[in-house]
């Protein structure tokens, strides 16, 4: 339930040139198991369960974790929403089964090394490498809680609802009144009064008070300490002897500061992430993919966001965000190639630099070396301007290749735009 995200409950990101765009990573996500196993070194009350990425390793898991149990929660691994009501390439419906103990070996043979597709993987789903299988709780009552970071308070903020266990973004434009909201203050940290706040708010039916004010602060000192930028519990619910329990996680947590949560960003699943995305992390670029068919390089995020802005404006649609940066090197600029004319959608590359720190040269010495490292199929359409721009366009000439070039960015975009539907 909680693969999505806070949608209008929390401060927006910012939206790069239109609806087309793939969610921006700029965080470390999680899967479900890991999470529970990190909630569960700060206290934080969790199912049992254990992940297994193999036939055999269900079975010593049901042998050894689960020897007694009649029913097992069987889930898929992917990082990603909307599991429960996705669908298996091979034909299985659902990514979360609940069964008898001794069906879950079976289904979760049936789950492992195949595509699950839901609303949030695209058509072409993502594999499943894990299944992590878990002790079926008996739920009396299912709540919604959050904790994100909140622009407008400048800190974290507590998002908490009475009802759970389905999409927050339709509960909150239903019930808005059952939604509470309590910022905390960073240097002080949570207090016996927030955490009661929170706890009146979910309205708990049957879980000790004090107690339950106790997880929730817990809860806030892991989202601290592991420098998280979202922990998303849906559902926290109450048990049938009176516990609270984080049901369903997700936890995201800020790049910025993978220097000092090197356990948690070891976790990190490459397999679930956009290839050209990891390879452009590698190469120390800020790249982001999108559906459309113009590849294009450009220094600077404005400058980049203008330029997929204008691509739109004369009816193209870009393949990507990349912001080579200011102080690129020819070998980054060769990597960013590479990473453009490796997605079979993009039928033409659109290079617009502004030299500045950025100098058109380099530029223009890697765009030739990447000429021939990788066999351009496309055509290229290049605008500089700037520091070094006639070194640049001398550089180009004499290398023989064939170039499309623009005055302007309207001139390039409008260029680019033709080239791709030749």
């Known amino acids: 339930m909680v693969r999505g995200s806070l949608g209008k409950l929390a401060s927006r990101a910012l939206s790069v040139a239109g609806r087309w765009q793939h969610q921006q990573l700029r965080r470390l996500n999680i899967h479900e198991y890991q999470g529970a196993e990190l909630m569960g070194k700060y206290g934080i009350n969790v199912p049992r369960g254990a992940a297994a990425g193999s036939v055999q390793e269900v079975k010593d898991i049901l042998k050894n974790v689960f020897p007694n149990e009649k029913e097992i929660v069987v889930k898929s691994q992917v990082l990603a929403g909307g599991r429960g009501l996705g669908t298996f390439k091979s034909g299985l419906k659902g990514g979360v089964h609940i069964v008898k103990a001794e069906e879950a070996e079976g289904i979760a043979s049936k789950m492992l090394g195949q595509i699950l597709v839901t609303k949030q993987t695209g058509p072409e789903g993502k594999i499943v490498s894990k299944v992590y299988l878990c002790e079926k709780l008996s739920l009396t009552n299912e709540m919604y809680f959050a904790i994100t970071l909140d622009r407008k308070t400048a800190g974290p903020l507590i998002i908490a609802c009475s009802k759970g266990g389905?999409?927050?973004?339709?509960?909150?434009?239903?019930?808005?009144?059952?939604?509470?909201?309590?910022?905390?203050?960073?240097?002080?940290?949570?207090?016996?009064?927030?955490?009661?706040?929170?706890?009146?708010?979910?309205?708990?039916?049957?879980?000790?008070?004090?107690?339950?004010?106790?997880?929730?602060?817990?809860?806030?000192?892991?989202?601290?300490?592991?420098?998280?930028?979202?922990?998303?519990?849906?559902?926290?619910?109450?048990?049938?002897?009176?516990?609270?329990?984080?049901?369903?996680?997700?936890?995201?947590?800020?790049?910025?500061?993978?220097?000092?949560?090197?356990?948690i960003f070891a976790l990190r699943d490459t397999t679930q992430e956009d290839p050209r995305e990891v390879a452009a992390a590698k190469a120390d670029l800020n790249y982001i993919g999108l559906?459309?068919?113009?590849?294009?390089?450009?220094?600077?995020?404005?400058?980049?966001?203008?330029?997929?802005?204008?691509?739109?404006?004369?009816?193209?649609?870009?393949?990507?965000?990349?912001?080579?940066?200011?102080?690129?090197?020819?070998?980054?600029?060769?990597?960013?190639?590479?990473?453009?004319?490796?997605?079979?959608?993009?039928?033409?590359?659109?290079?617009?630099?502004?030299?500045?720190?950025?100098?058109?040269?380099?530029?223009?010495?890697?765009?030739?070396?990447?000429?021939?490292?990788?066999?351009?199929?496309?055509?290229?359409?290049?605008?500089?301007?700037?520091?070094?721009?006639?070194?640049?366009?001398?550089?180009?000439k004499e290398s023989g290749m064939t170039l499309i070039t623009a005055e302007d960015l309207d001139d390039a975009a409008e260029k680019a735009v033709k080239a791709s539907v030749k």
């Not at 809860?219 to 998303?232: R, V």
């Open 291 to 396: 559906d459309g068919e113009i590849g294009c390089m450009v220094n600077g995020a404005g400058l980049a966001m203008a330029t997929m802005d204008i691509i739109k404006l004369h009816g193209g649609t870009p393949a990507n965000f990349l912001d080579v940066g200011g102080s690129a090197s020819e070998g980054q600029v060769v990597e960013a190639f590479k990473i453009l004319t490796s997605d079979d959608r993009v039928k033409a590359i659109l290079v617009n630099i502004f030299g500045g720190i950025m100098k058109c040269d380099v530029i223009a010495s890697g765009i030739v070396n990447a000429a021939k490292q990788v066999d351009l199929k496309v055509p290229v359409v290049v605008r500089l301007e700037g520091t070094n721009v006639d070194q640049g366009k001398r550089i180009l």
């Open 166 to 263: 389905t999409s927050i973004e339709d509960l909150a434009e239903k019930y808005p009144d059952m939604i509470i909201k309590v910022p905390i203050d960073v240097f002080k940290g949570i207090t016996d009064e927030d955490a009661a706040k929170v706890v009146d708010g979910l309205a708990l039916k049957g879980a000790d008070r004090q107690s339950s004010m106790e997880q929730i602060k817990k809860l806030y000192e892991l989202f601290c300490k592991s420098d998280c930028t979202l922990l998303e519990i849906n559902p926290l619910a109450e048990t049938a002897d009176n516990k609270l329990v984080a049901a369903d996680a997700k936890l995201n947590f800020d790049d910025n500061a993978a220097f000092r949560q090197k356990e």
